[in-house]
């Protein structure tokens, strides 16, 4: 049995004081509409905030597939088990400012660069040395220069952590090094 009762009536226009929230989907997935009754005055407001149960506290990355699915596919010049290895390998050191930082010792973090690289996946240094150039040639990681030490940083197009509307600022300066240095 349900219950219903009886929506208060505005005064002036003697029509019942409902309000249409759409966005909602019915048990089947279908979209549907929604009629709310609401006091004069009040309103009503979406609930940003994910309840506290099924909020995660895991850091995260978003990699994004369809760009990543163009990368694969290029035939032209496709990347190396080398270079897969090491962008997965990474990705779970991306920061939010779009550095890779490890820890060298624990309580200790550092950014990347091309030694600790190879530190980190076991290569020699011309290994290192080529799998990143390549890399860099491919325009899915920049190399930043500070003073004599070269950092890494990986393309926001494909892998990104932080506010998705930060995102495309962030691509255009990745691509904007690239100009730059010709």
């Known amino acids: 049995m349900i219950n219903r009762k009886k929506p208060d009536y505005d005064a002036k226009t003697t029509q019942p004081n409902l309000s249409v929230a759409t966005g909602f989907k019915n ?13 004069p005055g009040e309103m009503i407001r979406k609930q940003n905030k994910m309840p506290e149960g099924l909020k995660s506290k895991e850091d995260f ?12 596919a290029d035939q032209s010049s ?20 779009g ?5 060298q010792k624990p309580g200790c ?4 660069n091309v030694e600790r690289a190879g530190n980190l996946m076991g290569w020699q240094p011309s290994k290192t ?5 390549r890399l860099e040639q491919k325009q899915v990681i920049y190399k930043d220069k500070d003073g004599i030490t070269k950092y890494i940083n990986l393309n926001p197009r494909y892998f990104f952590r932080g ?3 930060k995102r495309t600022k ?6 904007s090094r690239f100009e730059k240095t010709g």
């Not at 040395?129 to 150039?133: I, M, P």
């Not at 962030?170 to 691509?175: C, P, Q």
């Open 109 to 112: 973090p550092v950014r990347l």
């Open 78 to 97: 496709p990347l190396t088990e080398a270079e897969r290895a090491f962008l997965f390998t990474v990705l779970p050191f991306l920061t939010y400012d």
């Open 61 to 72: 990355t978003v990699v994004y597939s369809e760009q990543m699915k163009l990368l694969l």
């Open 27 to 39: 048990e089947t997935g279908s979209p549907i509409d929604v009629l709310f009754q609401l006091k």
């Open 163 to 165: 506010r998705a509307g």
């Open 129 to 133: 040395k080529q799998v990143l150039s």
């Open 170 to 175: 962030a691509i255009k300066l990745f691509y």
């Open 99 to 103: 550095h890779i930082v490890i820890e």
